[in-house]
């Protein structure tokens, strides 16, 4: 595996230790649905969590969540609106979803993240 693929693989790992350490239940990772992936799909009460993982090596060429493009956000729609019709008997009728992006960079030895919930809107 590319040292990129496996940074983003440990990415993706550590924003689901943080998101079910801040009470999110995990649906789905790496949802695909046509040519969109989901990285992470999640519950908090009545909340459908959709969440995109970035994973930086550094800051040198920007913030993680700033390689968010807006071709990667009608795509993340799609997807979402795709799996709420999936599994749509599992859910209340009153189930919002909400986009988020866990940010996440080298910081040393370690790693630092980045939660950020109401990343973008949808319309």
């Known amino acids: 595996m590319a040292e990129h693929n496996e940074l983003g693989k440990l990415g993706e ?3 689901a230790e943080h998101l079910e350490k801040e009470n999110y239940k995990i649906l789905e990772r790496n949802w695909v649905y046509k ?6 799909l999640a519950q908090k009460e009545n909340i459908l969590v959709v969440v995109e993982v970035k994973t930086r ?5 920007g913030s993680p969540q700033d390689f968010v ?10 997807a979402v609106n795709a799996y709420i019709n999936y599994r749509e008997k599992d859910f209340e009728e ?3 979803v909400r986009f988020d992006i866990v940010a996440i960079h080298k910081n040393g030895e370690s790693f630092a993240i980045e939660h950020l919930t ?5 319309f």
């Open 118 to 122: 109401d990343a973008f809107y949808h």
């Open 94 to 96: 009153d189930i919002n």
């Open 35 to 40: 040519n969109a992936e989901v990285d992470i």
């Open 13 to 15: 790992d550590l924003a």
């Open 57 to 61: 090596s550094s800051l040198d060429f």
């Open 69 to 78: 493009k807006p071709k990667k956000i009608q795509l993340l729609i799609k």
